[in-house]
């Protein structure tokens, strides 16, 4: 079944305490992207990436990095997590543009960070 | 800077009812998005728009691009309680991808 899998679903931490958020893919995808959802905000692109080892910022970079040293993995880490970064984090994938473009989100990461 | 804005925000329609959901933008893009969010879920694609005119249709609802003016519609026909959720557009910036804010769309009886 074609997919994006995110691990962990749920997490609750405290401030300071790196994490990373793992996100794959089984659809031979290039492009990859983190997004996070804030009530009234809409979602905002974090990081993406175009292919293997090519990153590149989005919208709302600060904070977080991430890398792409294999073409189905894209992990977010945060490495000093902070109380404003609790939200509920998106993968998405799919082919470059040009393609059929259309995105395939994972099913979410909810994040709290205390 | 790329600004996507939709309205309304929220929506509640009787079912049976048609109605519109707008997308404006601000610069030149070359493609835009629709999507739908069911509470508690992801998102789920439903349109690709790629050039001034297209126009799109899935059942009850119907997409169409007018990138002269920057504008997005989202026409809903005959609205039926299973299209109770919200509704994103997202529109292209060379590689980044900017979202709207959303439309919450409840449809009752």
């Known amino acids: 079944e074609a997919q994006v899998t995110q691990n962990p679903r749920y997490l609750i931490t405290v401030t300071g305490k790196k994490l990373t958020v793992t996100c794959s893919q089984n659809?031979?995808?290039?492009?990859m992207s983190w997004y996070r959802q804030d009530p009234g905000l809409g979602l905002r692109q974090i990081y993406y990436?175009?292919?293997?080892?090519?990153?590149d910022k989005g919208d709302v970079p600060e904070g977080y990095k991430v890398s792409r040293k294999e073409k189905r993995n894209f992990p977010l880490i945060l490495e000093s997590p902070s109380p404003n970064q609790t939200s509920l984090y998106f993968c998405?994938?799919?082919?470059?543009?040009?393609?059929?473009?259309?995105?395939?989100f994972g099913p979410g990461t909810r994040l709290t960070v205390l | 800077e790329l600004k996507v804005e939709q309205n309304p925000l929220f929506l509640s329609m009787q079912e049976g009812k048609n109605y519109t959901i707008y997308c404006n933008y601000s610069?030149?893009?070359?493609?835009l998005y629709w999507y739908r969010q069911d509470p508690g879920k992801s998102l789920e694609s439903l349109f690709v728009?790629?050039?001034?005119?297209a126009v799109k249709q899935e059942g009850r609802l119907m997409a169409s691009l007018d990138t002269k003016a920057r504008l997005s519609t989202l026409h809903i026909t005959a609205a039926v309680h299973d299209l109770s959720a919200t509704y994103f557009c997202?529109?292209?910036?060379?590689?980044?991808?900017?979202f709207g804010t959303g439309t919450r769309l409840q449809v009752f009886p």
């Open positions: 998405a994938s799919s082919l470059p543009a040009g393609g059929s473009d259309t995105q395939y």
């Open positions: 659809m031979n995808h290039e492009y």
């Open positions: 990436s175009m292919n293997v080892e090519v990153t």
């Open positions: 610069t030149t893009s070359d493609r």
């Open positions: 728009l790629l050039s001034n005119g």
């Open positions: 997202a529109v292209s910036n060379t590689d980044k991808l900017i």
